[in-house]
């Protein structure tokens, strides 16, 4: 059988050029290990449905470099897992419930752009109903397990791309973050996550969740890959006005995401380091997740990397919670996106009415009675000048301490038990620190920072960027990861 652990597109795309295999091959492989690890053997139960033309494309494609000498674009025959999130023409779409299951006719515009560049979607992942959580939970598919412990979340709502590309099911994912929906499951499952500064991919054909901070993004087992992925999903799409931002950002004209990606820049940056949001050391999960984070930090600073104490920020945690605007807005921008599938026939009040959702969804369990419009909420105006508010803030910390980026722990936990997400232990909150890059529209990106000494699972780490400057993020992910090398494949049985 041929071999796909921990594969690249760099390396897939030699092989395909040296003729050592075939993409038809290479998704046969990937199918065959979804069947025997995803619903049989460990039963991380990440895919929802596979595609039944992946094969019948990488034919195409095959053929494409036979005749041609050259591959048809900078993701040829690169198997893609998709968040059930993404209308995909002609194969089964959810988003999480089980009310809305339907065919599109339509790809998403980012599923377009992934296809034109050569990409297979070779299946759709689990998520919860409308990515209304940090778990895994869906009416559709239950809970998703990690692949570095079943007994352990994936964490979500990006839960099923998180444990499928960590556990080798694709060479790719597709995610989506609102409040942490893609770093999350990248902490959890030892990935690579970018979420970037909203409206600098389209969102249209994705489910919202809250239209104002919703992005979707790359996942992947490598930076590189990950840049490779967000140079083609990038650009202006009129059908979302919100990527009108997009001109806004970019690498410097004519180069890509990819194309800069050295340890350079790591080598000669100002890391500011958010002390106040690492979790309390009396606490063992905490501690075990901050130990991990520190000594990276220091490993760092072996290689020239300048950390930088920041100092407290008062009320921060109070500033997070009342900038949220879930409860304003949520309810509207499900049911307008609703409105515009009538072959769904479902609005928001339907599916609670029905408790036609997973009821570990504590989000959801608010936002459907909630009210129907964010004008009906008397403190959204304050609730967006305090979002605002934020931003500039944390800007402002960036300029004053002549910053490259501010760290955190991504989580404060390590994985959590399905039992502990299942229960009412995060009913009221989630210990994640990646409201953060959400609240500010600040690009963050979620890198594997090591194992916790006691239980053996994966730690990541938070580095926040400036608006539109995905760039130099990456190029600081490149050396964090040169460095750390703390990517590895989970062992599990089948």
Known sequence: MLQIAELTIDKVHKSYRNGEYTSRQLCEAYLERIKL???????????????????EEADALDNYLKEHGELIG????????????????????????????????????????????GGIILAKSTMPDFAASYNSASSVSGETRNPYDLTRESGGSSAGTGAAIAANFGL?????????????????????????????????GLSPLLK?????????????????????????????????????????????????????????????????????????????????????????????TILVDIPDIPNLEEKLNFSATFLSRSRYDIDSFLTKH???????????????????????????????TPYEDPQYAQRLEARDNLERQFIG????????????????????????????????????NTSIGSRTNMPALSMPAGFTDDTNLPVGMEMLGLPYQEQP???????????????KPPVFEG
Not at 344 to 368: C, D, M, N, W, Y
Request: aromatic residues 6%.
């Open 172 to 204: 790719i994912g597709i995610g989506e973050d609102t409040g942490g929906s893609i770093r999350v499951p990248a902490s959890f499952c030892n990935l690579v996550g970018l979420r970037p500064t909203v409206g600098l991919i389209s969102r249209d």
């Open 37 to 55: 690890f995803d619903q049989a053997g460990s039963k991380l139960n990440a895919i929802v449905i596979v595609s039944q033309t992946a094969l």
């Open 74 to 117: 900078p993701l040829h025959g690169v198997p893609i897992i998709a968040k059930d999130q993404c209308d995909t023409a002609g194969l089964q779409t959810t988003y999480g419930n089980k009310l809305c299951k339907h065919i599109p006719t339509k790809d998403a515009t980012l599923v377009k752009k992934l296809k034109d560049a």
């Open 397 to 432: 910390i960036m300029a004053e301490y002549k910053l490259d980026a501010i760290v955190y722990p991504t989580v404060r936990i390590p994985p959590p038990t399905i039992e502990d997400v299942l229960g009412p232990r995060f009913y009221a909150s989630f210990p994640t």
């Open 212 to 304: 104002p901070h919703d992005t979707p993004g790359p996942m992947a087992r490598t930076v590189r890959d990950a840049a490779l992925m967000l140079d083609c999903m990038v650009g202006y799409d009129p059908a979302d006005p919100y990527t009108a931002t997009a001109l806004l950002a970019g690498p410097p004209r004519g180069c890509s995401y990819e194309s800069n990606l050295t340890t350079e820049r790591i080598s000669k940056a100002r890391i500011g380091v958010l002390n106040c949001m690492f979790g309390d050391d009396q606490n063992p999960e905490c501690s075990s997740v901050n130990k991990v984070v520190r000594a990276a930090l220091a490993k760092l600073q072996t290689s020239g």
């Open 473 to 487: 993020l990456l190029e600081l992910g490149f050396g964090v990861e040169s460095l750390l090398n703390a990517r």
């Open 342 to 372: 009538p072959h769904i026939k479902q609005s928001v009040e339907t599916i609670f009415q029905t408790r036609s959702f997973h009821p570990a969804l504590s989000l959801f369990e608010k936002i459907g009675p909630g009210i129907k």
